[in-house]
């Protein structure tokens, strides 16, 4: 388990073109190697060795895949349902073995990103054509990374070429969509980055169709388009063989349409999204040690001018700004061969800047955390806890325990329990007329057992969980002799068991991958299955090579689920979506890919009043040099 300085700079969240000196064996870690991930447990290990759900996208697989945004991405994993409200840069949730939306951690560069009034990052607003890989681990990883991390943690890392590389590429497709895309790396053996930007437009569709189930549901009737554009610069500069500063940066900004679901409301929203982070590497004789700083920004206003024209009202636009600064400092320790330890500490700001007067603007988090690895021939033991303290609400000790048992190369089982929180938003705590500052955090235990096995051609992951949440927080009435007087509250339990497959297999000329997932989440106080968890969902995706052609062809059945918990009356229906595509390499150089989504233009929903989208298709000319 001993590793070069560039193994143990990308397991620490870096994966930049490091050239570090190696005390011992080099080895060179690919970033669009499927085989290797770091999110698991914040250090570098061999996917087949982790002992967690674990899935990889790298830049390859979005490629072969052209997804429209991250959630088309994550609506492949087995476990994740996804729920739309509208186009591909309208919201987007994303529930992750059953757990609520905003009981995942999303990280970008391994930097916390989201919105702390909501508690929740709209994965919409990340455009897929600057990322380089995705990472999604399954399962609690509070005692690693914090509050958040109840159902899993999404990490995605932004492009990254060497220099002299680049690529570009416009695509055009259905609703009048037109996107352009850029990558260029550039720099020398010592400083290496990686600029990048894309710019999108769509006319989009009538993202709300009132079914009768709402009397204030507005009916518009009209198209709800979008903007977005994003650049973002990354790379590592290499000063010494023992030390290394890497520099990320990203701005994200876009206009979204919405059909408003009040006739009270606007029926347009936007967000200006920022991050930029420093990260300090240096390598000892065996210790590693890393300093991060970062700050990010996430703006979000719901413009209400339209509305107010049509209606002769005079609302203001609602504003919500989240400014969060970070510190993490960490260090990782290898001993001989077969041990690992990582500890760490973690300090960050939340304030947020609003146009509604909230109780309390700003909070401090602050985190202690140790993590290790020890292998015993054929068993394999991994061990974390963690202490939180987020604002004045109780601090929360997290652990993580698992043990594996590799009965060959091939085949390795695990079982695992963790514990994990999720700190009450400010929303939850200071919203005007509204807000409860006596909540606690929403806790959750989870237990799994995973089976693993791969072969050159074959290979299956499958997994059975079972998980209890606590204090989840929901909206009560306060007093029942005032129906208008309501307040979240720690009212709500629930308990989810779920059993979950993978497999893939390289057939002749064709790569198959299957997933199958079912998921039980109910809600302890009801006795009712949580909203828009379907209870059984499968995907299957062909890929089939001949010569310069690559056809691609999924199916994605989702089951039937409830739009509310509490309407047992509100059911979606279950349905079944087709997509077909094409590759074709002109040379080298030059790809283009044709793509039709939902090809019998079926009619469903992932959410009550809004429809899916219809049948569509685009076409992407890439160019890479």
Not at 77 to 98: E, L, M, N, P, Y
Not at 279 to 292: A, I, T
């Amino acid at each position: 388990m001993k590793k070069t300085i560039i193994a143990l700079s990308i397991s620490s969240l870096l994966y930049s073109s490091l050239s570090f000196a190696a005390p011992t064996n080099t080895a060179m870690i690919n970033k669009a190697d499927e085989n290797i991930v770091i999110t698991a447990n914040r250090s570098i290990q061999d996917k087949f060795d982790t002992l967690a759900a674990v899935n990889i996208f790298t830049r390859e697989n979005i490629e072969q895949i052209q997804p429209l945004s991250i959630s088309d991405l994550l609506g492949r994993v087995a476990g994740i349902s996804i729920s739309t409200q509208g186009t591909s840069a309208h919201k987007s949730s994303s529930f992750v073995r059953g757990t609520n939306s905003d009981h995942v951690l999303v990280l970008v560069n391994g930097v916390r990103v989201g919105s702390a009034t909501l508690g929740v990052k709209s994965i919409a607003d990340i455009p897929v054509q600057l990322v380089e890989r995705v990472e999604v681990i399954k399962g609690p990883r509070a005692a690693l990374w914090g509050s958040d991390a109840v159902g899993g943690v999404i990490q995605i890392f932004t492009r990254d070429l060497k220099a002299g590389e680049g690529q570009a590429g416009i695509k055009v497709g259905s609703d009048s969509l037109y996107q352009g895309y850029g990558a260029l790396g550039f720099g020398n053996e010592n400083h290496s980055y990686t600029l990048s930007a894309t710019a999108e437009k769509s006319n989009g569709f009538d993202v709300i169709v009132p079914d009768g189930s709402s009397i204030y549901t507005a009916d518009q009737s009209d198209n709800d388009g979008y903007d977005r554009q994003s650049v973002g610069l990354s790379g590592t500069s290499q000063f010494t063989k023992q030390y290394a500063l890497e520099l990320n940066t990203q701005y994200d900004q876009g206009t979204t349409e919405i059909d408003a679901n009040t006739q009270y409301s606007g029926d347009e929203s936007s967000y200006e999204n920022y991050h930029f982070l420093l990260r300090n590497h240096l390598q000892l004789e065996q210790l590693y040690l890393q300093l991060s700083l970062s700050t990010s920004q996430d703006r979000n206003e719901d413009n209400y001018s339209n509305f107010n024209d049509q209606n002769g009202f005079n609302n203001p636009n609602t504003l919500f700004i989240t400014t969060r600064d970070q510190i993490t400092a960490l260090a990782q320790l290898p001993f001989a061969n077969s041990s690992e330890i990582t500890t760490g500490v973690e300090w960050y700001t939340e304030h947020i800047d609003s146009n509604y007067a909230y109780d309390e603007t700003q909070r401090d988090a602050n985190a202690i955390f140790v993590t290790g690895r020890h292998d015993i021939e054929q068993i394999k033991i991994e061990a974390s806890v963690r202490y939180d303290k987020v604002g004045d609400i109780n601090g929360e000790t997290t652990y993580q325990l698992a043990a594996g048992y590799q009965v060959s190369e091939q085949l390795l089982f695990s079982l695992s329990h963790g514990t994990a929180f999720k700190a009450p938003s400010f929303n939850d705590l200071y919203y005007p007329w509204s807000g409860n500052s006596d909540l606690v955090s929403e806790t959750a235990d989870s237990s799994e057992f995973l089976t693993r096995y791969q072969h050159e051609l074959f290979s299956a992951e499958i997994s059975i969980y079972y998980t209890d949440i606590d204090n989840l927080i929901e909206w009560a009435q306060v007093d029942i002799s005032d129906p208008y007087n309501w307040k979240p509250k720690n009212i709500a339990q629930a308990k989810i068991l779920g059993a979950e497959a993978t497999f893939t297999a390289d057939i002749y000329n064709t790569n198959n991958t299957l997933t199958l997932s079912h998921v039980d989440a109910e809600d302890k106080t009801t006795a009712r299955q949580l909203a828009r968890r379907p209870n059984f969902s499968a995907n299957y995706n062909l890929i089939y090579s001949i010569g310069e052609l690559d056809f691609t062809f999924d199916t994605n059945y989702q089951g039937s689920s409830y739009d509310n918990a509490n309407a047992m009356d509100k059911t979606l229906k279950a349905y079944t979506l087709f997509d077909v595509g094409v590759n074709y390499r002109l040379n080298s150089q030059i790809n283009v890919f044709a793509k039709v989504t939902n090809l019998t233009d079926k009619n469903y929903q992932t959410a009550s009043e809004y429809p899916g989208a219809e049948r569509g298709y685009s076409i992407t000319l890439d160019y890479k040099f």
